[in-house]
């Protein structure tokens, strides 16, 4: 049983095979910030009346470090792919959609760079 049109299947046009990577890219990266997010709360717990040089010690820690690039690389990829679908259902003029993609992927890809060169800054300091 085929469930195209007969248009559709004289233009050989069908499914763009790509809604299914992002719904299970997007999942994957929800459930690897289950046990970093659980981590760095309960870690930023524990610090709470640290003063500045017991968190630099604390970040200097290579598993720590490690572990902060992992949750801060794994939180912005996961924002970036929901900011994709709310703008890519949202917005329909098709110039601010793509406009408000490029913006949003850039700030995402900047934010990631700024937040990942500040641990490793004071990681290695």
């Given at each position: 049983m085929n469930l195209r049109s007969p248009l559709g299947?004289?233009?050989?046009?069908?499914?763009?095979?790509d809604g299914t990577h992002h719904f299970w890219v997007q999942r994957v990266s929800a459930v690897?910030?289950?046990?970093?997010?659980?981590?760095?709360v309960f870690s930023v717990a524990n610090l709470a009346g640290a003063d500045y040089e017991q968190v630099r010690w604390?970040?200097?820690?290579?598993?720590?470090?490690?572990?902060?690039?992992l949750f801060?690389?794994?939180?912005?990829?996961h924002s970036m792919l929901g900011v994709q679908v709310v703008i890519e259902d949202y917005v329909g003029?098709?110039?601010a959609k793509i406009t408000a993609?490029?913006?949003?992927?850039f700030l995402h890809?900047?934010?990631?760079?700024?937040?990942i060169f500040a641990v490793l800054k004071v990681a290695l300091a």
């Open positions: 299947q004289a233009r050989g046009l069908g499914s763009a095979k690897a910030l289950i046990p970093l997010s659980l981590w760095f604390w970040v200097g820690y290579p598993a720590v470090a490690v572990t902060l690039v801060i690389a794994a939180a912005l990829y003029n098709e110039a993609l490029l913006l949003s992927k890809l900047v934010v990631a760079v700024a937040s």
